[in-house]
Every structure is written in structure tokens, then in C-alpha cells.
């Protein structure tokens, strides 16, 4: 045993014993620990108070043990064993403590995610658009890019003009197809991160990549080797005078899918670790450099539908190269690959395929639409072009209503504090929102063209066939948002076998309402008809699954029922 005599002063004063700098390395500050009754020998000092006190700081722990305060009780000797159990507790007292702010991260995660939830009906609404409002640009940016071309090319020829319709079905629209990547992708990244297991995080972003990058040079090689005559078929035998322009157009965005779909693994990858405004920035640059490209290619320098389809496809590399840095700056590697296992292909493919039943039918429900109004002449089609690409800039902005609600519903619907009347509240909230929504962006698209048809093209017969459908453009519309709402929800509970086969049973009804319209003669303003009924028999067929008594948002017995064949699963 060692003794250290200690000289106390009239006041606190810190405690330096080499003794402690001999044992302890690493110094640790004891935060609020119980009382230790140490059996040191004491030895009494008349000329000292009777009693050593030790007082402990309580601001936090950290890696040395620095000061004691002494004060008028006295002295204590303290020996090795103490010592020992000195550094035993504050050992344990500081991987206690560590566990706490762990804890106390969560704790703030989960308190973020109930704020929207808890909050009364008018700051809920505020809430949804503070948080969706910057989610509209990713939607926004792609649909944007597509009517800078129709725009600009509109102003040249009404050829070319009509060529971009087959030619944004075989590059626009087949890129929606690929949403269930973007969504399996997510959610297995936000899954991972809440296991905190940052490994198995990098594991799942590089076996999506490898399957991102695979289909985009699937895409590729097709593109390139049967796009000619894919598009022959899809244009028909009257307008095969526009196949060699769009051909043009396909092959060189065609360029772009590995990097496209390279680049949407992680941009989603990223909005699964809740970081929206790097694949934001992303995507703004990338429309810059879109917009930038169509005016000196196209307007300047007189290149028509090759030089948007170069800008395109330029604007698209460097957005996917701008969301792989975004993903690299998080901790992540983008440019690590590795081939999915059987069990782990399995997993995506129960995520993505009811998800991709899904987008196909909606893609090509608008394939078919395009592929009718081609038919119908190079005036139609054109307006048809123009309509339908606007319709495209609008719809998205209800996508983000979608995605709050597949944020935070689940907590609602299948968590440990599940209450469907939050559940309930909340969609009340999103359907609002939406119903504003719908009104304001359906008149503003309708109105656009109804006013300043000049801004996509100076031929009169395509104006006019343009007006002919801006009634049926806006109830298209206006229902939209409040559709993705509920959609949302029946995703937010895992509801994908409804979803899938009533997405499947509109595009059915729907294609055939196309075909008798297109038969019978009644020409662009019939096909338009036929999107009204897609687009509301949707909506009612979400609304009646929600409102049901057996409904997820209605019946405990089904949330149970659900949640034990998750479980199960």
C-alpha cells in the first residue's frame, strides 16, 4: 500500500497525486456516480479536518481522470484496490454514459418523425408542404428536360416536333419503368441504416449498383440495336417519315442509360439517408446545363432534334456523376460493385415487382396513348406531344405527396405506437393538400397552352388540336395529387397486391376505352377521354380500399393480421 499525505488550503483545490498519473494513463471525469465506500485505511490528523471529501464533476465524462476537489473533511488514503475499483466504475460509468447519447440520438431521429404526426390539422398541412416542397424538384427536373426539347424543337419543325413523341416514350417513359429500382433501393437502404449497421448499408448500395448498371447497358444495347426498329413499329406505316428523326434522337440519348440508371441507385440511395438536397443540386445543375445546351445547339447553331438529344444526354451524365459524389461524401463508396446472391436477388425482387407491375401499367397506358394519337396524323400527334408533356411537367408534383406519406404512415400503420387515428388525420392532411394542389397545377398547365400556344409551336393546326383537350387536360389532372396521396398510404402499408392489381385492372379497362375511341373516330379529344377514366378510376378504387371497414386505416384485426405475416415473412 501507498500513502500520500495531502496538504488542503482554505478553499477547493484540485487533487494532484502522481499515484493516480502512475495508474491511470487516461483520466476519466465520473459523472454523478453512487457513493463508493472504499475500506482505505485513515489516518487522523488533528491538524486536518477529520474527513476527506471527494467531489465529483457532472459536467461529463471524457478521457482522463484530471482533478479531485478537496474540501475542509479531512484526509483518506487510498490504496491499490481502490484504485482498481475507481477505475472498474468509471470504466463502466462511461460506457454507460456512452450508451445514453446513443440512446438520445434515437430518441431525437424518432422525435423528428413524430413532429409531423402530432402536430394539430393547419401546422400538419404546414408541415407536409415544408417537407414535400423540396422533394418536387427531383420530380420536376426530368419532365423539365423533356419540354425543353419540345419547346425548342417545336419553334424548328413540326416534323422533328412530332418525332419527339415516339422518341420520349422509348427514353422518358421507359425510364419511369425503372422506378422500382429507385424504390426497392430506398428501402432497403433505409432499412439497413436503422439497424445502425453502416456495412451492411455499403453492401446493399453495391449489389443495387451492380443490378442499376447491368440494366442500363441492357438498355443500351437495345437502343442501339433495335430502337430503329422498335420505333418503325410503334410509329405505324403513316408516319414512317418521322422514324429516321426519332431513331436519331433514341440512339444518342440512348448513350445515357448506364449512367442513368447508375446515377438513380444513388440519388435514392441518398433520399433513403433523408438527403434530398444533394440529388436536388444534382438535378438542378444538370437542367442548367440542358437548357444551356438546347439554345446553342438547337437555336444557334441549327443541329433540331440530334442537338436536344445530345444536351440531354449530356445534362444526364453529369447529373449521375454529381449524385455518385454526393453519395462518396457521405461515408459511402459509389464505385464499389458486388454481385447479388441468390437469397439477396430474391429480396429486391420481392420489393420491386409489385412495384414494377405498377409503373408498367401506368407507362404504358401513356405508351398507348401516344401510339393511338400517332395514328392520327403529324398535326395530332404533335399536339398530343406538347399536351402530354406538359401533363408530365404537372402530375409530378403530386409525387412528393406520395412519399410523405410512405415516410411516415408506417410508424402509424405497423409500429410500436401504432394509432390509426393519426393514421387517419394525417391522410385527412395529405387529401387537402392534394385537392389544393390538384386545382392550382391543373389550371396553371391548361392554362399555359390555352394562352401562349406559341411557346411550343407557331403552326396553326397543331394549336387547334391542342384547345380541343384542355377541358379534359384539367380533370385529368386536378385528381392526381390527391390519388398519390392515397396511393402513398396503400404503400406505406404494404399493400402491393392491391396496388398492383388495381393498377393493372385500369390500364386493362383503359387500353380498351382506347381502342374503341380510336376505332370509332373520335380522335385526340377520345384518347384524352380514355386518360380521365384511367387517371379517376384510380383514384376511386384507392379511396374505396382506404374507406373500407376491413381498410389497414380501419380495422386493428387486419394491422395485426399484416403485421404477423410480416413477421412470418
Known sequence: MQIKTMAFSSHTTPLKNPFLKTNFRSSILLKNPPSLSLPSPRIHNPLSPPNLRISHPTNSYCSQFRTACVGFSGSEVIDDDQLENVSEYASNEALVSGSELEDEKVEVVSS???????QSLWKQIKEIMMFSGPATGLWICGPLMSLISTAVIGRGSSTELAALGPGTVFCDNMNLLFMFLSIATSNMVATSLAKRNKKEVQHQVSILLFVGLTCGILMLLFTQFLGSWALTAFAGPKNIHIVPAASKYVQIRGLAWPAILYGLVCQSSSLGMKDSLGPLSALVVASAVNAIGHLVLCSWLGYGIAGAAWSTMTSQVIA??????????????????????????????????????????????????????????????????VMIQMYGMCVVWGEPLSQTAQSFMPELLNGVERSLEKARMLLKSLMIVGAILGVVIASVGAFIPWLFPNIFTHDLNVIQEMHKVLILFFIALSGTPCTHSLEGTLLAGRDFKFISLSMSGCFSLGALLLWLVSTRGYGLPGCWCALVAFQWGRFFFALQRLLSPQGMLSSNDTIEYKLGKLKAA
Open 320 to 385: 449521375a456523376y454529381m449524385m455518385i459524389e454526393a453519395l462518396n461524401k457521405k461515408g459511402y463508396n459509389a464505385f464499389a460493385i458486388s454481385i447479388p446472391s441468390t437469397g439477396e436477388f430474391s429480396q429486391i425482387f420481392g420489393i420491386a415487382a409489385p412495384v414494377f407491375v405498377t409503373m408498367f401499367s401506368k407507362v404504358a397506358f401513356y405508351s398507348l396513348m401516344t401510339y393511338f394519337a400517332t395514328a392520327m396524323g403529324t398535326f395530332t400527334v404533335a399536339a398530343h406531344q
Open 112 to 118: 423528428k418523425r413524430k413532429e409531423l404526426v402530432d
